[in-house]
């Protein structure tokens, strides 16, 4: 199935979700991404903010243990700045401002994305090469594409893996790793393996 047909389907699929299911959903991937992923040695780790009304992945449980458990890392999140994102440095005392979508940001400083060590990519669904389908706008593609190539890209899913999206195009950036409530899939250093579903 190409993007749009993917997109319609997990925006359904996940409104059907109730606001129990995406915690516990959510407290699932984040226990899988600190045993199996891990943020040690990252010295700058830039993560999403759920949109509560779209029932995303809730970030909070991965964000709040790291200024918990590392609060040697810097952490930032994004904000939207002339059809762009901006990584914005972003704590416990960060000031939040709702952007004209009623989204939350966070208001200060902003990172130089060569800086970050790993991104927490947010989707609606991903395939078995790891490549993701968003809202359609491309924002975290152009962001990512401004990151090092050694900064690990982790997608975070409420849902397994498709078989394949097959639409991709060149300036679609796949992830290293997609944490779900059960399983880790990762890229496998050959492109021509199957990536591994743990």
């Not at 939207?80 to 901006?86: A, D, N, Q, R, S």
């Not at 704590?91 to 004209?100: F, K």
């Not at 893996?161 to 990762?186: F, M």
Request: hydrophobic share 35%; glycine share 6%.
């Amino acid at each position: 199935m190409n993007k749009s047909q993917l997109r319609r389907i997990f925006l359904q699929k996940r409104a059907a979700l109730s606001p129990d299911e995406t915690a516990e959903l959510s407290r699932r991937i984040a226990d899988r991404f600190f045993n199996e992923v891990g943020v040690e040695g990252a010295r700058s780790v830039h993560t999403f903010i759920r949109i509560p009304k779209f029932n995303e992945v809730d970030t909070s449980m991965i964000y709040f243990r790291i200024w918990r458990d590392h609060p040697e890392i810097v952490t930032s999140a994004p904000r939207l700045e002339g059809g762009e994102l901006t990584a914005v440095r972003f704590g416990p005392e960060t000031v939040m401002v709702e952007n004209s979508w009623g989204i939350r940001e966070p208001a200060g400083e902003a990172i130089d994305p060569s800086l970050i060590d790993l991104v927490v990519v947010p989707l609606l669904c991903f395939d078995r090469a790891l490549h993701r389908v968003g809202y359609g706008k491309g924002y975290y593609d152009r962001f990512l594409a401004r990151c090092r190539p050694d900064c690990r890209k982790v997608g975070v899913s409420l849902f397994p893996p498709v078989e394949s999206i097959d639409d991709i195009h060149d300036g679609d950036v796949a992830l290293d790793l997609v944490v779900s409530p059960d399983t880790l899939t990762k890229r496998l250093p050959s492109s021509n393996r199957e990536p591994d579903r743990s």
